[in-house]
């Protein structure tokens, strides 16, 4: 958007008198209360005097709107209280120059180059070569203490920029200066910024340029831009709210305006950052909820894998990590049970399908329950038959001890059973084989379908005794029923030839549990 000249020239009419008022106002907040009377008195006539010279100046130059400025008419209206507002400078200067005040006498000598900058502005030909001194700024707060915040003042004129900071710098703030428009936007790619108050009128990249660039920049649109300009064409105000300034204030400015516009600014973007931050946290909460999710998935599909072959409360154990990995191959002293029932294969033949089924799960309800009930891990079943051990994939004490109750319970369990399908024609009893020994065992299979699996002479023994032993009868090995004597109440069948097994193997016929203190049989 360009500006037109007459729009220029009373932007620079302008100028001069903000330099001179905004300095006087600094002058007179900086006087301690009581402090210097003679010179607090001429800082405020020469606020007001400077004051009414803008109002006039208003005046003169709201009457040619959208037309050059007329100079002469400027010239006779503003030469008396101009002349009033230079010579009160030029006697303020005097006054803290001899005292040795150098701090007070550079800031009269900028009011006294504005005031003489305006003088040839309006074409009176008495403006004096004035030249000041610019020291290097604080970048931060004078008094030491943690920055409010940080705010980029941008301006290609040094007197504004260096009064503006130093208002802003008194009041707590962190404040870098840019003297053009591709300057601040060097400064804004490199440094983290809470503000910026940005001039309109700029020679190498103006501040409509410098708005839209940071509000097209993704990493740069969020911070606030407060437009500061001595130009007041309505359409330049409206430009840059649409460009997405927060606000436009005019030059000069009132400072309690400008500080409360500031205050809204930065608490604007102390939410959108809390926002921003809160978002962030959230999506790695995400991302962290999903990765649990997953791993989760993970468990409780490997869990209901395990859940074949274990108790829930030992799958559960084995997934998080309290017991080793089951499938990892290993050899273990292992008690052995192999149950089926006897008459099954007939009554399979017999009956119809769907009876077969409802046996069947009444067998494996009642079964499955004792064999968690005592902590046995369930190998495999094959219609009527079951394998199931004792001491693996988690070692537990008394692992014969626990097959032998479990055995006699399920053969209880199973007379109960009988009784019923008995009414119904059909003969069942349960058969039972324990032995014990060393197995390896670990993940049997191929890819795609493994099974856990014991292999080893106490496997065959206990299945070669299942089949040895007749409806509800329980054969357990010699190494079993020396191990269990105490408790035992069995007699010995002695040894058998057995299907598989080079010699007798020695074998006791289980009637039950003994009572407590009798003796062995």
Not at 190 to 215: E, F, I, W
Not at 329 to 342: I, M, N, P, S
Not at 418 to 435: D, H, P, Q, T
Request: charge should be negative; proline fraction near 5%.
């Amino acid at each position: 958007m360009s500006v037109d000249p007459a729009a220029q020239l009373r932007h620079e009419l302008r100028t001069p008198l903000n330099h001179i008022i905004g300095y006087t106002e600094m002058l007179l907040e900086e006087l301690p209360t009581g402090d210097k009377p003679e010179i607090a008195a001429g800082l405020s006539a020469l606020r007001t005097d400077a004051r009414e010279l803008l109002a006039l100046l208003n005046e003169v130059l709201a009457r040619g709107r959208g037309e050059a400025p007329d100079l002469g008419a400027a010239r006779d209206t503003l030469r008396p209280l101009l002349a009033r507002v230079r010579s009160a400078a030029d006697a303020l200067h005097g006054q803290t120059a001899d005292a040795g005040d150098e701090a007070r006498a550079a800031d009269l000598e900028r009011i006294r180059a504005a005031a003489a900058r305006l003088d040839e502005l309006l074409g009176s030909g008495a403006a004096a070569a004035v030249t000041t001194t610019r020291e290097p700024a604080p970048a931060g707060r004078e008094d030491g203490a943690a920055p409010r915040g940080v705010i980029l003042v941008v301006d290609d004129n040094e007197d504004n920029r260096e009064m503006l900071a130093r208002r802003l710098r008194r009041q707590g703030y962190q404040v870098p200066t840019a003297a053009g428009g591709r300057a601040a936007l060097d400064l804004l790619s490199r440094s983290a910024v809470d503000l910026v108050l940005l001039d309109v009128m700029m020679p190498d990249l103006d501040g409509y340029a410098v708005l839209q660039r940071l509000k097209s920049d993704p990493a740069l649109r969020d911070i606030p831009v407060l437009m500061i300009s001595a130009l007041d064409e309505l359409d330049s105000v409206v430009r840059c709210i649409q460009l997405g300034a927060e606000d436009y204030l005019g030059k000069p400015f009132e400072p309690v305006l400008l500080q409360a516009r500031i205050g809204a600014c930065l608490e604007k973007k102390r939410l959108h950052d809390q926002e921003a931050r809160h978002r962030r946290e959230l999506a790695e909460l995400n991302r962290t909820l999903e990765q649990r999710v997953a791993e989760q998935v993970a468990q409780i599909d490997r869990l209901a894998k395990l859940k074949r072959f274990f108790s829930p409360p030992l799958a559960e154990a084995i997934v998080s990590g309290g017991a080793d990995d089951p499938l990892k191959t290993h050899r273990r002293e292992v008690t052995v049970v192999f149950a089926d029932l006897r008459g099954f294969t007939a009554f399979a033949e017999t009956a119809e399908p769907e009876e077969v089924m409802g046996v069947l799960r009444e067998y494996h309800a009642e079964m499955g329950r004792l064999i968690m009930a005592h902590e046995g891990t369930l190998e495999r079943f094959t219609g009527d038959g079951m394998m199931i051990f004792f001491n693996d994939p988690v070692e537990v004490p008394n692992p014969a001890e626990r097959a032998l109750r479990m055995a006699v319970e399920m053969r209880d369990v199973v007379g109960t059973l009988a009784a019923g399908w008995r009414k119904r024609g059909w003969e069942l009893a349960l058969g039972v084989g324990i032995a014990q020994g060393y197995a390896t065992i670990g993940a049997i299979g191929f890819e795609g379908r493994v099974d856990y699996g014991a292999i080893g002479t106490v496997t065959n023994l206990a299945a070669r005794l299942c089949s040895e032993a007749a409806g509800s009868q329980i054969l357990v090995s010699a190494r079993v029923a020396a191990g269990l004597e105490a408790m035992l109440d069995a007699e010995s069948l002695g040894p058998l030839t057995l299907k598989g097994l080079a010699r007798p193997v020695p074998i006791w016929s289980v009637r039950g549990l003994a009572a407590p203190g009798a003796s062995p049989a």
